[in-house]
């Protein structure tokens, strides 16, 4: 009996320690079931607690290891889920960062835009305060009592009346020139009228840029009837008119009342680059001229001249709109300060400014005070497009009458005419302009006024043309007299020497007039030459 109890014993054991397996092991999740459910620890005790009899022995590890496989079978679910929801969620991040890349570029040009936007208001905003608008009565009164010179549009219909009845052609000439200078002058003024609604730097290059109108037109004119060199010469006469004589009176003008006269070097250096820059382009076809003569044939030496001569003319029309995008901040009027004032004249001879009550303060009144318009926009504008196109046929019959003239009068040199008398007459406005600022102490406005004037022709007009004539089939080439342009070389480094310091005196200008009046004395009996390519003329139809 012994023996039968104590073999009993371990099967009691055995048997406490076999049910509870199968208890255990429900704990396992359902399949029906969503993997989020989780453990339930409740379940798990009450199946346990039998199992905690005093006779049972707990087996090593059975109750961690079902937990274990609980929380792997959570895991595991958590973790399909991750991955069935990966792409979903990768999804929306990727759409999230193309809207926020969208909403920052989106962004971003909108605020160039808006940067664009302010720079154009302020290049063409007035930095001025102005008075109110003029109506069309005063404006018309301003128009016509602007200058003593408006005595002058009487000739207008005069000179027209001459040509059409086919009279004299020294009195066509006289009588159109005396025509072209109110002209000139009225558009300065529609010019003026228009800048003072615009930033100073925007307006200097309005009055350089219509002021060239005449030359334009009277070029134009030319080209159509087939004058090359009358074009050539009335263009590089308007670079000379500029630079040598138009300064030279602003300096002087503006000498007498001003000790000394003041501008930006950083301007003047620039200046003298771009004009440089200009004059290589026309020395580099006289020196491959006079270099190959007798080693090509005309036809080729005129056709690698047109090659160049327009290449040329793209690039230095992309060098002028980039002068004119990149340093109009440059052009800005820097009014004279008080050590600049002229005071050791006598006030009989030399006006002088009050002076101001600090020493920062600027001498010009017109900072300070309203600057009333003489004419209203519309106005203005009305004036400037009307004036244009009297200008256009009186310069026409200007141009008809210029072979006439020189063949009634064979002791009149043609070159001097085209070379001195239209560009003197044509720049009227640029010189009254020019002028008047320097005598009011805006001499950087002078500066931008004569020589920005000079850097239009030789950047913008010039190719201009020279597109013009590769649009109408005319042989305009960039290959001027070498004379003329080795004069010109001479007048620009001229000028460079008067303004590179940032300073003039009005002897630097009494030296510019010197010299323009040495090139007129010299071209007074110069005779009429022809463009010759290997000894023949280029043949314009």
Known sequence: MGQSSGSSTPNVANNALFQPAPTLGVVTEDDDEPPSSGFDQKSLQMNIEPTNSPNSIQPSGTVSDTMKGASFSRDKGISSLDEKSTPVTTDLFE??????ASDVQSRSYAESVRQGASRLRVLFNSQKELGPSPTYKRS????VRYTPLNILLLFIPVSWALHYTHQSPTLIFVFSCLA???LAALLGLGTEQIALRTSQSVGGLLNATLGNVIELIIAGVALKQCELELVQSSLLGGLLSNLLLVLGMAFIVGGSRFKQQEFQP???????SLLMVSILSLIMPVAFHEYLQGRLTSANELSILLQFSRGSAVILIFIYFAYFYSHSHLFLDTPQTSHSVFHRQPASSVETLPLPNTASSSLLSSTTEHERPRLNVPFALFLLIAITALAFVTAENLVESLQGLVSAHPGVSKEWITLIVIPIVSNAAEHTTAVVMARKGKFDLAMSVAVGSCIQIALFVIPLLLLVAWGLGKPLTLLFDPLETVILFFSVLLVKYSTEGGKSHWMNGVGLIAAYILIALLFWNFPETHRLLQG?????F
Do not use: F, G, K, Y
């Open 536 to 540: 023949q003329p280029i043949q314009c």
């Open 180 to 182: 072209i200078i109110p």
């Open 140 to 143: 018309i009164q301003e128009t």
């Open 266 to 272: 950083m301007v003047a250096q620039l200046n003298s």
């Open 95 to 100: 759409r999230n960062d193309t809207l926020v």
